[in-house]
């Protein structure tokens, strides 16, 4: 502190003034920028469009796009402070190579061979399925799109998925299951059409606060929320259905049993647009309302009235997020809730539709384009034509094309236990947080010969274990599109150079393919994501994501446009799936499935006897290697909690702010702070999964779903202690820490 | 299958969502469903005579995002631990049955604004058009009084710039015809500018202004109106109700009151022996007296923001208790230099400057505790304080004055062992009175004095009872009074220490967390 500021001459007026800038009006004069580049908001699926105002070659501030048909201005409290992401002290900026068991700075020459000669020298001595890939969706489509034959077609190897694996994937299964492929049928538009708003595990006030606009600007509808715990978004609805931990199947096949009892469903579209309706009544015969009832804990009474709501519903939505997907039956729930949809004909109409709210800002994107889960264009591997299709697009014999999907995330992780895989690459995922059941995770990675992490932050707790680490350009400091939830392409601009020597992915992927050897073959006089994304155009038409009809500057010029989009398309209007009722399987008929409902799979017993319950909260991204760094969103979420109710606490003599220990089979978290809320009922307690330091996968468990091999991480077994006086240090990471603001500076 | 609860919702007339209500798409094709909402936003019209702006404040959309707090801090430019909009968030009801509601706050613009009335340098304007509580930086001296006299946190204080900041209804942006930084941000819409007549308000304001986890509206009369749900569950209250701790210790304040407390103690029983007709080492004893009465000035200013403008504290005299603290000690300096000086010329008068350096000091002295008689620190706001501070002059004056070879030392002591008792009695009985109070703010500070600052407490007490009665009355040579004194001061110091950190301000509602990390 200067002289002239301790005796008070010295204000800091300078950077607490305030200007007007033209057209944002009066703000602080630090905010105005010299000019404002439009792109899309980088955390999460909504897909919201926004504007990042650059001084000096800086990002200074955001705001969102008012012409943006997602979000129309407004944004959510990550993307009102993004622009601060860019600036993180903990960006990753040179090339690291672990020499001498340190990581060391190299050049970005030395990385790229060093990466092309351990991944092949592995591949050579392992075979080609030695290595292994993880990536996200938090890439743009171009990247994906480049990556997906790089790994598959340049490196060889079947055994790459990404974290949407973490995520969506049992979204992807159910509909590819049900419809014949993957695609969430709805829009948007549809909440503010919809009569009935059924909500399955979906906290939206927390996770897409910018859908909440549309529930409320949807005066007549309904909204009904299913959820064990009471959230945000539970306390909006008009009918709040606190069902016990997975006890969704049942659920739905209630609804489908009183449905077909009333005669609450549509067989003439049962009978021409579906199979295997058969199987699927004879499924639910014996959930009736005593059955469902006793499940779910619902009264008979609540679950009636919601059947019948949804019954005379003219236009019901039924939306869904991690409560569904984060579950061994995922796949098959989302195959219920279409069952549902289908049975009563309500897909493919205004303000009707099942409809997946998707996570990442691009998972959709890797969906659509990734060859991960499928070939680009949701071409399956299985299928003869689809192969020799994109063998003729990509002008190759079709034999070079994969015959069948390689390992998924959680089972590259086995293969690394089982040193099947010896060499690994992360891109842009943080699985040392977000992997359930950490120690086999850890214990994977110890095992490999060869760790590359590509990330635009380091370090995190899966970059300090890296043996390369490849700094990567983020969101503002590249080019290319993202796809929303709703189908939406959008462009995503850069506003500012990546720091130090950071490189756009893209360019990442494209240098190593010229190192490879196979630059020329897969990427022909490819030099920027505009020359991918002109070649996906391609491979996507005629698909049911189709992007033909697309590009860059009609992007931009709308804000954003809903695929299917193909060449000669003109009309920019919200767009659904399977208007026509047909659907993409061989016959054009959506399939119904019977499902039975399960318990799940860690049941509580005197040891354990909690069910622990994991998600989110609005202020975090993922695994906070961004929103940590942003100290405003810091100061308002600044640690992980234990959600439980006050009935349990006192049996466990526990007090409220209380330090606790999360004990499993598997693990333990130390010194969580105790919340003590109805929120959550007895017996069940909650955990965000953000925090690195007190992290829940520690005590999470490996159980997966057997389509989507999406993890269970809603319902494991748990024991609540106070957290032992001595123990000083939390578990985990005590190294990773958010930058900290005290209260007290606030009254000095 | 039967059926009967369908009956029995037809039979009761339950309707259902069949709505034909399912709005066209815009013909346009981009989506424009919801309306721009900013014409209604802000006010649409000029305000009239009696009129001002207020926030308006919808419970029932708010979803707790936080992203009005964002933005301000944005538009303000403000680090992320100073936030002068916040969200805090109340609870009830029972598992199902469980709302959490959330309560988004930046300044009220209050009609009696506390933060103005306080300020000794008179930064706070309310603008006589629109009837925003302005804060200026350039004329605060980071003296913080505002910040004890808002019962809702609103003015913070920024230490690295020396001085205070509030929200001003971002009304140069109002000016503008736009909408301020959280009503713009806002996605649900539920922060609004209104209009509202302030003679009316005044008859009406407590259905309006009021709400659970928030301190009353009749503290300073807020206009901010709020909208609540229908019906809220009976136990609604406030989340952070067992997240409370110390305050900050203003050591400079702990000084300078102590120290101010001593000089005037001690300069009152040099007049009183004058009168009573001692004379030896008096002009020794002013002189000491003097010093520690400089000591303390000096140590006021080091709990300003901006000490080079100390100066200008003395503006509000006719207002603020904190501007007359200044001008009384100000006052008391200045006569009590003029005493010693006589003293120590032993000019003729000093009768006079001596009955007037008293008069000034204790008049000091009790304005100094009518700063800390404040609606918003109901801890503090007791003829307690006032109590300790008279009793810490009582007590350490006679001390002092006992140590320094005054005559009458068996009177000094004798005052001093009262004084003593008197102040370990103000505090026992002031203890009692928190345990015992229904008013959380009271209980909790009880609950901090009883539990996290309880050894602080203890000692306070001993220091106390050793210090003030026990080493006194033991023995009585310049060893022993020296210990007495050293002890007895640790002890007033310990004490104003606890009476600074003890107490539990009013304020909105907060955040459950308590943003730190496992206790050791």
Same mark, same amino acid.
């Given at each position: 502190m200067t002289l002239k500021r301790q005796l008070g001459l010295d204000i800091l007026a300078g950077k607490y003034s305030y200007g007007t800038d033209p057209v944002t009006g009066f703000t602080s004069a630090q905010k105005i920028p010299d000019r404002w580049v439009a792109t899309t908001c980088g955390y999460c699926s909504v897909g919201c469009g926004m504007l990042v105002g650059v001084k000096d070659g800086k990002a200074v501030s955001v705001r969102g796009n008012p012409d943006h048909p997602v979000n129309r201005g407004l944004l959510c409290p990550k993307g009102l402070s993004e622009h601060h992401t860019i600036e993180a002290e903990t960006r990753a900026r040179y090339p690291l190579l672990r020499k001498n068991g340190k990581l060391t700075r190299i050049s970005w020459d030395e990385a790229l061979e060093t990466l092309v000669a351990k991944f092949r020298g592995v591949q050579k001595k392992y075979g080609p399925d030695a290595l292994?890939?993880?990536?996200?969706?938090?890439? /743009?489509?171009?990247?994906?799109?480049?990556?997906?034959?790089?790994?598959?077609?340049?490196?060889?190897?079947?055994?790459?998925?990404?974290?949407?694996?973490?995520?969506?994937?049992?979204?992807?299964?159910?509909?590819?299951r049900s419809f014949g492929s993957d695609g969430p049928p709805g829009a948007y538009e549809d909440l503010e059409k919809a009569d009935v708003i059924l909500l399955l595990g979906a906290n939206v006030a927390d996770n897409h606060p910018i859908l909440c606009q549309r529930l409320e600007a949807n005066q007549s509808k309904i909204l009904i929320v299913a959820d064990p715990r009471v959230t945000k978004t539970a306390m909006m609805a008009d009918i709040y259905l606190p069902l016990k931990p997975r006890s969704d199947i049942a659920l739905i096949n209630g609804l489908i049993h009183i449905l077909l009892e009333q005669d609450l469903v549509d067989r003439r579209y049962i009978a021409q647009h579906t199979t295997g309706f058969d199987a699927l009544e004879e499924s639910v015969r014996k959930y009736t309302p005593e059955f469902v009832s006793r499940i779910t804990g619902l009264s008979q009474e609540q679950f009636l009235r919601t059947a019948l709501l949804y019954g005379h519903a003219q236009a019901p939505f039924i939306g869904w997020t991690m409560g569904v997907n984060h579950s061994t039956k995922g796949t098959e729930t989302v195959n219920a809730i279409n069952n549902l949809a289908l049975v009563t004909g309500k897909i493919g109409k205004p303000g009707a539709s099942p409809f997946s709210i998707t996570g990442q800002c691009n998972a959709m994107g890797t969906r659509e384009a990734g060859f991960t889960s499928s070939i680009p264009g949701y071409r399956k591997f299985e299928s003869v034509r689809d192969r020799e299709e994109i063998a003729r697009l990509w002008n190759m014999a079709p034999g070079r094309i994969p015959t069948s999907r390689g390992l998924a995330y959680p089972d590259i992780v086995e293969a690394a236990l089982a040193k099947k895989i010896r060499a690994l690459w992360v891109i842009a995922t943080n699985p040392v947080v977000s992997f359930p059941n950490l120690g086999i995770l850890q214990q994977s990675l110890e095992a490999l010969d060869f760790f590359v992490v590509q990330d635009g932050?380091?370090?995190?707790?899966?970059?300090?274990?890296?043996?390369?680490?490849?700094?990567?350009?983020?969101?503002? $400091?590249?080019?290319?599109?993202?796809?929303?939830?709703?189908?939406?392409?959008?462009?995503?601009?850069?506003?500012?150079? =990546?720091p130090g020597e950071a490189r756009s992915d893209f360019d990442i992927f494209l240098a190593i393919a010229e190192t490879l050897g196979c630059r020329e073959e897969l990427f022909p006089d490819w030099h920027g994501p505009k020359d991918a994304f002109e070649e996906w155009k391609c491979v996507s038409a005629g698909r049911l994501c189709d992007y033909s009809g697309l590009d860059y500057e009609l992007i931009e010029k709308h804000g954003g446009i809903q695929w299917p989009f193909p060449t000669g398309a003109t009309e920019i209007a919200t767009s659904r799936l399977y208007t026509d009722g047909r659907f993409q399987t061989e016959d054009g008929k959506a399939r119904l499935f019977p499902i039975e409902w399960e318990p799940f799979p860690e049941q509580p017993n005197d040891d354990y006897p909690f069910v622990l319950n994991t998600g989110r909260t609005v202020e975090h991204w993922h695994t906070r290697t961004k929103t940590a760094q942003v100290a405003i969103l810091q100061h308002l979420s600044p640690n992980a909690w234990l959600e439980m109710n006050p009935r349990d606490a006192d049996a466990l003599k526990l007090q409220p702010h209380a330090h606790v220990d999360i004990v499993s089979r598997r693990g333990r978290t130390s010194? /969580?702070?105790?919340?003590?809320?109805?929120?959550?009922?007895?017996?069940?307690?909650?955990?965000?999964?953000?925090?690195?330091e007190t992290n829940v996968n520690q005590v999470t468990q490996s159980a997966f779903d057997p389509f989507s091999r999406e993890p269970n991480y809603k319902q494991c077994a748990v024991r609540v202690e106070q957290t032992p006086p001595s123990s000083t240090k939390a578990s985990g990471f005590g190294w990773f820490r958010g930058k900290s603001t005290t209260a007290q500076e606030r009254r000095p | 299958m039967q059926l009967p609860l369908l009956e029995?919702?037809?039979?009761?007339?339950?309707?259902?969502?069949?709505?034909?209500?399912?709005?066209?798409?815009?013909s346009t094709g981009t989506y424009c469903a919801v309306p721009d909402q900013s014409i209604?936003?802000?006010?649409?019209?000029?305000?009239?005579?009696?009129?001002?702006?207020?926030?308006?404040?919808?419970?029932?959309?708010?979803?707790?995002?936080?992203?009005?707090?964002?933005?301000?801090?944005?538009?303000?430019?403000?680090?992320?631990?100073?936030?002068?909009?916040?969200?805090?968030?109340?609870?009830?009801?029972?598992?199902?049955?469980?709302?959490?509601?959330?309560?988004?706050?930046?300044?009220?613009?209050?009609?009696?604004?506390?933060?103005?009335?306080?300020?000794?340098?008179?930064?706070?304007?309310?603008?006589?058009?629109?009837?925003?509580?302005?804060?200026?930086?350039?004329?605060?001296?980071?003296?913080?009084?505002?910040?004890?006299?808002?019962?809702?946190?609103?003015?913070?204080?920024?230490?690295?710039?020396?001085?205070?900041?509030?929200?001003?209804?971002?009304?140069?942006?109002?000016?503008?015809?736009?909408?301020?930084?959280?009503?713009?941000?806002?996605?649900?819409?539920?922060i609004q500018i209104e209009i509202v007549n302030i003679a009316e308000w005044k008859r009406n304001y407590a259905a309006s202004a009021n709400?659970?986890?928030?301190?009353?509206?009749?503290?300073?009369?807020?206009?901010?109106?709020?909208?609540?749900?229908?019906?809220?569950?009976?136990?609604?209250?406030?989340?952070?109700?067992?997240?409370?701790?110390?305050?900050?210790?203003?050591?400079?304040?702990?000084?300078?009151?102590?120290?101010?407390?001593?000089?005037?103690?001690?300069f009152a029983t040099i007049w009183l022996l004058q009168i009573l007709g001692e004379q030896a080492r008096l002009n020794i004893a002013a002189l000491v007296s003097l010093a520690v009465g400089g000591l303390a000035l000096a140590a006021s200013t080091m709990h300003l923001g901006r000490p080079i403008h100390?100066?200008?504290? *003395?503006?509000?005299?006719?207002?603020?208790?904190?501007?007359?603290?200044?001008?009384?000690?100000?006052?008391?300096?200045?006569?009590?230099?003029?005493?010693?000086?006589?003293?120590?010329?032993?000019?003729?008068?000093?009768?006079?400057?001596?009955?007037?350096?008293?008069?000034?000091?204790?008049?000091?002295?009790?304005?100094?505790?009518?700063?800390?008689?404040?609606?918003?620190?109901?801890?503090?706001?007791?003829?307690?304080?006032?109590? $300790?501070?008279?009793?810490?002059?009582?007590?350490?004056?006679?001390?002092?004055?006992?140590?320094?070879?005054?005559?009458?030392?068996?009177?000094?002591?004798?005052?001093?062992?009262?004084?003593?008792?008197?102040?370990?009695?103000? *505090?026992?009985?002031?203890?009692?009175?928190?345990?015992?109070?229904?008013?959380?703010? *009271?209980?909790?500070?009880?609950?901090?004095?009883? =539990?996290?600052?309880?050894?602080?407490?203890?000692?306070?007490?001993?220091?106390?009872?050793?210090?003030?009665? /026990?080493?006194?009355?033991?023995?009585?040579?310049?060893?022993?009074?020296?210990? =007495?004194?050293?002890?007895?001061?640790?002890?007033?110091?310990?004490?104003?220490?606890?009476?600074?950190v003890s107490v539990v301000p009013k304020n909105m509602a907060a955040s459950y967390l308590s943003g730190r990390k496992a206790a050791a």
């Open positions: 292994g890939v993880l990536s996200t969706g938090q890439l /743009v489509t171009e990247e994906f799109y480049a990556l997906g034959k790089l790994v598959q077609l340049g490196f060889g190897t079947k055994n790459y998925d990404g974290n949407t694996t973490l995520c969506m994937a049992s979204a992807v299964s159910g509909y590819k932050f380091h370090p995190t707790p899966t970059s300090e274990l890296a043996d390369l680490v490849l700094p990567a350009a983020i969101w503002g $400091e590249k080019e290319g599109t993202y796809t929303n939830s709703e189908r939406r392409v959008s462009k995503v601009n850069a506003a500012v150079p =990546a010194g /969580v702070e105790l919340r003590i809320t109805e929120m959550i009922a007895p017996g069940q307690v909650f955990m965000p999964f953000h925090f690195a | 029995r919702v037809k039979k009761q007339g339950i309707t259902f969502a069949m709505t034909p209500r399912i709005r066209s798409g815009s209604t936003k802000i006010p649409q019209r000029p305000l009239a005579h009696g009129e001002q702006y207020r926030f308006h404040f919808d419970m029932t959309k708010c979803i707790g995002c936080k992203c009005c707090v964002v933005a301000c801090n944005e538009q303000n430019g403000n680090p992320a631990h100073i936030n002068w909009r916040r969200v805090g968030e109340i609870e009830g009801g029972w598992y199902p049955n469980t709302q959490r509601l959330h309560l988004s706050m930046g300044c009220n613009h209050c009609l009696e604004p506390t933060c103005l009335t306080g300020c000794p340098v008179d930064a706070y304007t309310k603008d006589p058009l629109t009837g925003v509580v302005i804060h200026n930086a350039q004329t605060c001296i980071g003296c913080q009084y505002c910040t004890w006299n808002c019962s809702y946190g609103v003015p913070q204080y920024n230490s690295e710039r020396g001085v205070v900041g509030k929200c001003d209804m971002c009304h140069n942006r109002l000016a503008e015809g736009r909408e301020p930084a959280c009503v713009g941000a806002c996605p649900e819409g539920a709400a659970p986890g928030l301190p009353s509206a009749d503290d300073s009369l807020s206009t901010t109106r709020i909208t609540l749900p229908a019906s809220l569950p009976p136990d609604t209250r406030k989340v952070d109700l067992n997240r409370v701790r110390p305050e900050h210790p203003h050591w400079p304040l702990v000084f300078m009151t102590v120290l101010t407390q001593l000089s005037v103690g001690a100390a100066y200008r504290a *003395l503006k509000m005299w006719k207002r603020s208790w904190l501007s007359r603290e200044v001008l009384l000690f100000g006052l008391f300096s200045k006569i009590a230099f003029a005493y010693a000086a006589l003293l120590w010329l032993s000019w003729p008068g000093s009768h006079v400057a001596g009955g007037l350096t008293v008069f000034a000091g204790v008049a000091g002295v009790t304005a100094s505790a009518c700063i800390y008689l404040v609606r918003p620190r109901p801890a503090w706001r007791s003829r307690h304080t006032v109590a $300790e501070f008279y009793l810490a002059g009582a007590l350490l004056g006679p001390l002092l004055a006992a140590n320094l070879g005054l005559g009458a030392r068996q009177w000094l002591i004798s005052a001093a062992v009262v004084a003593a008792g008197l102040q370990l009695l103000n *505090l026992l009985v002031k203890f009692l009175w928190l345990v015992s109070s229904d008013i959380f703010e *009271l209980k909790a500070s009880a609950r901090l004095l009883s =539990a996290q600052l309880r050894p602080l407490l203890l000692m306070r007490c001993v220091l106390l009872v050793v210090g003030g009665i /026990v080493l006194p009355l033991q023995s009585q040579s310049a060893v022993s009074l020296a210990v =007495a004194f050293a002890t007895a001061f640790a002890g007033e110091i310990l004490g104003r220490y606890l009476f600074f």
